[in-house]
């Protein structure tokens, strides 16, 4: 008999959305990805050092991650 | 004749996503508002100020504006 | 009979202030401006992209927006 | 034969440190948590929902995650 | 002879203003300060703790301090 | 006699630790300073013009400095 136990890592932030990846910019310290979470397209600044321990590239499936006290809201 | 100049006010912010207000949680200085971005719900802690200046409230139009250095990926 | 209706556009961060862009310095991904807010000068990092799509340059009259959770006080 | 894969979620944020949950403060939607990460106590503000979902109590083994723009420098 | 050496604390945020608090609203967590940064008028929403521990009060002496890349820019 | 009054400035921020710089990466507008904070390793993306106004270096012995707002917390 095989017992497994998988716990899931949950993080406070309220926002996680899943998309794939459109594009990798890589600057000396800084980066910017643009990833495609239909029907838009959001774009992160992150550090290229996450990017690379990522391997964050064209293609992959990944999940944006916003903090709620991030998010503004327009009206008009 | 008649001349028009309309020009529209652009934000450096990267992500502005339109949506439908779907609750508004007021505390005594922040407050809660869910904004349904198809197909994801978007959370924002802003100020009970705001809420009121905007006058938000559920049905209400609007778009969640979200700067590029706040977003994080994650991946797996 | 001409009917106009101008919608402005609201949004939820706490805090604008007029100003005449001083400096503007672009990296591979990054920016950073140099905002004249009399009698401050304020600095803002976004994205490269966001100073091409604004067309920010020496001179510009913006405003400089920040949401009120991101601002601390310090005393003494 | 088994095969089983485990996917380990890697999130962009730099800063990630381990700690004990010391005390948790809920307002009407906001809420503090404060994490002993030996030899300091961090606090986080967080939506009251995040802290009900993640079931957050005196005692819980958590993570506090820090993405590396908002960690500011000081000296002297 | 006395000799005193006073070093001053330097922060890397780039954004330091002086000004007056105009009000202090307290919540159960979190608080809302208005600061009179001639000719403006910041909001900072920090913890009711910061509030308490700097004894925040109508007509404190205070600067508003905020990180370079929390600050947006609109044109238009 | 002699009398000396020491006001030490305090910041609303409630997150500092202290710690020595390990590493500071410049790039041409932003740069990523790593700082022992034992026993853990904060990653801080602040401007180059911070890192060169504090003369950031190896050995520096630092603060890292975290508004409440921006601390996440997971679990599991």
């Known amino acids: 008999m095989i017992k497994m136990k998988v716990v899931l890592m949950s993080i406070s932030a309220r ?3 899943k998309g794939i990846v459109k594009k990798v910019e890589k600057g ?3 980066a910017n990805v643009k990833v495609e979470v ?5 774009t992160a600044m992150i550090t290229k ?9 064209e293609g992959d499936e990944v999940q944006v991650v916003i903090k709620a006290t991030e998010v503004m809201i327009s009206k008009g």
């Open 38 to 42: 239909e029907p838009a397209v959001v």
């Open 15 to 17: 926002n996680k959305m």
């Open 28 to 30: 000396t310290v800084a």
């Open 49 to 57: 050092e996450a990017v690379e321990e990522l391997g964050l590239k």
